[in-house]
């Protein structure tokens, strides 16, 4: 593979970083450094020489099982879910109780898909438990006002109503129905972890973490590919607790426009989303996610003084 391996080095292919280096620095930067690719492709060059052997580095331990290591606690769908051997499969969903007494801090968390062949991409949602109406004391106040929420959406973002989400279906190819479909619930609540292939856990910055609410019910929505044969799935997800609250509470949000209409034959619809953070944040992650349509992203802050600034630019998004 070395002839290949000069090729995609040096066409910038390998390693997959997508980030325009003009925006931004990144915890988790792929790229090669120009000494580096410039020592890789004189190797190739030269034929791949083997090195002194004396210099080989210890074979590398790549983790048994879970990539976080023991988790604290694993959860999993209740159910080995079949699937069809061939048709488009609706995204399904799949409620899964936690059990949980007390809210717990998740300083890493992993999903594994039970057949990583037919698992085209998985996100865990986390339902938090119904709160109970208390009842107005005598006397108080009926319209007190609501305290301004901390991220607000611009309008017209929302999935216009009956569309649940899902891949498009070719011509003449039906959805699953009857006793093979897990419906969209009408509640998901925010998404604590997910999985698509090569990208299946995160493990927090040191002084963070993540919540988890007591008496919560995790909701898998699973996204699956037919292969050509019947086969079956039961997808889980494990975590990691911290030791101690972190200094920093993670929230996580989705800036999405559910409402985007690609008219026939436009190769380059532009689609906009819009939220305004009403307090002070610092940005730890930002991940793109389009489908086989999706070519271009650029993420960029206005502050209120007008000043505007790129946060990410991902001038060739690939879906693959």
């Keep these: 593979w070395?002839?290949?391996?000069?090729?995609?080095v040096a066409k910038g292919a390998m390693p997959p970083w997508h980030a325009d280096p003009a925006y931004?620095?990144?915890?988790?930067?792929?790229?090669?450094?120009?000494?580096?690719?410039?020592?890789?492709?004189?190797?190739?060059?030269?034929?791949?020489?083997?090195?002194?052997?004396?210099?080989?580095?210890?074979?590398?331990?790549?983790?048994?099982?879970?990539?976080?290591?023991?988790?604290?606690?694993?959860?999993?769908?209740?159910?080995?879910?079949?699937?069809?051997?061939?048709g488009t499969i609706a995204y399904q969903y799949f409620e899964v109780p936690t059990t949980l007494t007390e809210d717990r801090w998740v300083q890493a968390v992993e999903v594994r898909p039970g057949n990583r062949a037919t698992v085209h991409h998985v996100i865990v949602y986390m339902r938090p438990p119904e709160a109970p109406a208390s009842a107005q004391p005598a006397g108080a106040p009926q319209n007190r006002p609501r305290p301004q929420p901390a991220i607000t959406f611009a309008d017209?973002?929302?999935?216009?109503?009956?569309?649940t989400g899902g891949p498009a279906l070719p011509d003449g190819q039906k959805r699953n129905a009857g006793p093979n479909d897990r419906p969209m619930p009408k509640q998901l609540g925010p998404s604590i972890g997910g999985y698509?292939?090569?990208n299946g856990y995160r493990v927090y910055q040191p002084g963070t973490a993540t919540k988890i609410l007591a008496g919560s019910t995790l909701i898998f929505q699973m996204h699956y590919t037919t292969t050509g044969k019947p086969a079956t799935d039961r997808t889980k997800i494990g975590l990691v607790f911290a030791k101690t609250p972190p200094t920093t509470p993670l929230v996580g949000a989705v800036l999405a426009n559910g409402g985007l209409h690609i008219a026939a034959g436009d190769?380059?619809?532009?689609?906009?989303?819009?939220?305004?953070?009403?307090?002070?944040?610092v940005l730890w992650s930002i991940l793109p996610h389009t489908h086989v349509r999706g070519k271009r992203w650029i993420y960029e802050e206005t502050f209120p003084d007008g000043r505007k600034q790129t946060l990410l630019s991902v001038p060739n998004y690939n879906f693959d």
């Design 24 to 86: 931004g620095e990144f915890l988790n930067d792929r790229r090669l450094s120009a000494a580096e690719k410039d020592t890789l492709l004189r190797w190739v060059n030269a034929g791949g020489p083997e090195g002194d052997p004396k210099d080989l580095p210890a074979p590398p331990k790549y983790a048994d099982g879970w990539a976080i290591g023991q988790p604290d606690v694993v959860f999993e769908m209740q159910e080995d879910y079949p699937l069809p051997a061939s």
């Design 196 to 198: 698509v292939p090569g």
């Design 267 to 281: 190769a380059n619809a532009r689609v906009d989303a819009e939220m305004t953070l009403n307090r002070d944040f």
């Design 156 to 163: 017209g973002m929302d999935i216009p109503a009956g569309q």
């Design 2 to 8: 070395i002839k290949s391996i000069g090729t995609q």
